[in-house]
């Protein structure tokens, strides 16, 4: 339970607006007692449902039952969960007999109601539920359901597109904002002190929710090109909507800086207007961040601390989004973050305590800054030295890797190794390429961490693998090549070629990788090449 809800009910409580046991009370059986009887409890409504559906499958399927059934066991989830006189199993099984009867009300009214119509009545149904039920941990659960289908009530069945599903989350954040002012505008009375709390705990969920939809419409962060999403291609930002929408998530980037200046006098400062319009401006960049910030302004402004960490991972991960713009050069989008980084760093280095500053210029010993308990921190000559230790050793082994790798270029052996056919034309990431090669057909080769195996170089320099090396005496056009595990399986030094954005077209007609070989066998990826070994 949050502590703002805990505060609110406690309030209420201590007015007599509330009972006494309005706050949950912990449990007094042992966990490992609850948790082997919940375990019971959703074993037990496994078999349920299946035999439930072996008695009553084709009426289930195609007549009324599902929504006579799906509203007995909503109902009789209900009178559980609500009940204080229930058996500890039978309050476990409330929840999976929710879940159950919750999925069959589903199923019918999407096979009979036009969507819209549909998700709208199950929207009321999950408010309804929400406000029935006393557990304030699954409000929240109902909460998130809630945002979710109100999301996809605004979103085009018929079209996958980005922005469509974005109108659906401004909407949603939107009545979250709502939410929260009257949340935060009304003081506890007996008259609306549960529908405070119900509005409490649901909109956390619903922003919570939200916060997820923003950071999954915004597409695949840096590093995670698996990840869930989708990478921008640079066509989508010639659209006339996309101006505006980007213009909107500056504006509310601003909005939420003006709320918290609003909030707090300290933020008032011209330094801090700066570096509102800097992240105004990162967020008419990468248009999903403004709506996340917002969030991140108003829950820090109210309180809401564990809301305020979710928006701020939303918000990171939304800015790793800039990566994968790829109407944006690499080198653009470097200079732009690293400007913004040095502009912020400015802002807070005038922003320091001025006491520290005065002190540090006349040779005094650094002070507390006001209402900080501890002392500035000291740098000890031990530890320069440990840093400069590390520098250095950093130094050393960067650069002889890279001299080892020039060493290898310079007098490795040239040999060129084929491609396999679907590679890399329909592997293509932005600017790389993953690469698969034509290896020998050996059992558990593939499966291997490290293998070296045997091939044959022909007069072009061509080698094709033949099988593993078993120490044997190598004829004159055979070579050892050594096979390192990577994520994609095992390949000769690497499984990816990076080129220059924009290249494209000209890898795309890659059949060979050309490697320089050691006399160890190990390998080094330096170019790429045509069918006929001409260069691309």
């Known amino acids: 339970m949050s502590k703002r809800l805990q505060h609110l009910i406690d309030t209420a409580t201590a007015q007599g607006i509330l009972p006494r046991d309005t706050a949950p009370k912990a449990a007094a059986r042992p966990w490992p007692v609850v948790l082997m009887t919940g375990l019971g409890a959703w074993l037990a409504a496994v078999p349920l449902l299946a035999v439930l559906f072996m008695l009553f499958g084709s009426a289930l399927e195609t007549g009324v039952l599902c929504y006579v059934f799906g509203a007995g066991f909503l109902f009789g989830a209900v009178r559980v969960l609500r009940s204080n006189t229930v058996s500890p199993f039978v309050e476990q099984l409330g929840l999976p007999v929710l879940l159950v009867g919750g999925m069959l009300l589903v199923f019918g009214l999407l096979r009979d109601m036009p969507y819209i119509a549909a998700e709208g009545l199950l929207l009321v149904i999950v408010i309804g539920t929400a406000w029935l039920v006393p557990q304030h941990w699954l409000r929240v659960l109902f909460g998130a359901l809630a945002g979710a289908i109100f999301i996809l009530m605004n979103t ?18 939107v009545l979250w904002l709502i939410a929260v002012f009257l949340a935060d505008s009304h003081a506890p009375s007996r008259r609306r002190a549960h529908k405070m709390i119900v509005l409490e705990t649901m909109s956390n969920g619903w922003i919570l929710l939200t916060l997820a939809a923003l950071a999954y419409d915004s597409g695949s962060t840096f590093l995670a090109p698996v990840a869930l999403g989708h990478v921008r291609d640079a066509g989508a930002t010639a659209d ?48 999903g961040l403004g709506a996340a910030l917002l969030v991140l302004a108003v829950c820090v402004g109210s309180g809401r601390w564990r809301l305020a960490v979710a928006s701020a991972v939303a918000a990171g991960w939304i800015i790793g989004t800039f990566y994968y713009q ?31 500053t005065v002190s540090q210029s006349a040779g005094v010993p650094p002070i507390a800054a006001p209402g900080i308990g501890s002392p500035a921190l000291t740098t000890t000559r031990t530890q320069l030295a440990g840093i400069a230790a590390t520098l250095l050793l950093t130094l050393v082994v960067a650069n002889g890797a890279i001299w080892q790798k020039q060493a290898l270029i310079s007098s490795g052996r040239p040999i060129f190794i084929a491609l396999a056919p679907a590679d890399p034309r329909s592997l293509m990431q932005g600017d790389y390429m993953t690469l698969n090669f034509q290896l020998p057909v050996v059992e558990n080769l593939r499966t291997a961490r ?77 170019n790429l090449r045509g069918p006929d070994l001409e260069p691309l």
Request: hydrophobic share 50%; proline share 3%; aromatic share 8%.
């Open 156 to 173: 085009p069945h018929q079209s996958s597109g980005q922005f469509h599903l974005w109108a659906g989350i401004q909407l949603a954040l």
């Open 240 to 287: 006339s909507s996309y101006s505006m929408v980007k213009a909107l998530s500056a504006v509310m980037a601003i909005a939420g800086a003006g709320w918290l200046g609003h909030r707090w006098t300290v933020l008032r400062a011209p330094r801090y207007a700066a570096a509102a319009a800097i992240l105004a401006i990162l967020s008419w960049l990468v248009p």
């Open 326 to 356: 790829l109407d944006v050069t690499l080198a653009s989008k470097a200079a732009i973050m690293v400007g913004m980084g040095a502009a912020v760093g400015v802002i807070a280095w005038l922003g320091r305590p001025v006491s520290q």
């Open 450 to 526: 490290r293998a070296q195996v045997i091939a044959k170089v022909d007069e072009r320099g061509v080698a094709v693998m033949q099988g593993l090396a078993t120490g044997q005496a190598l004829a004159a056009d055979e070579i050892v090549i050594e096979l390192l595990q990577t994520g994609s399986g095992l390949r000769p030094a690497t499984d990816a070629w990076y080129f220059k954005e924009g290249e494209t077209q000209r890898w795309s007609g890659a059949k060979y990788g050309e490697f320089r070989i050691d006399g160890k066998g190990r390998a080094l990826l330096v």
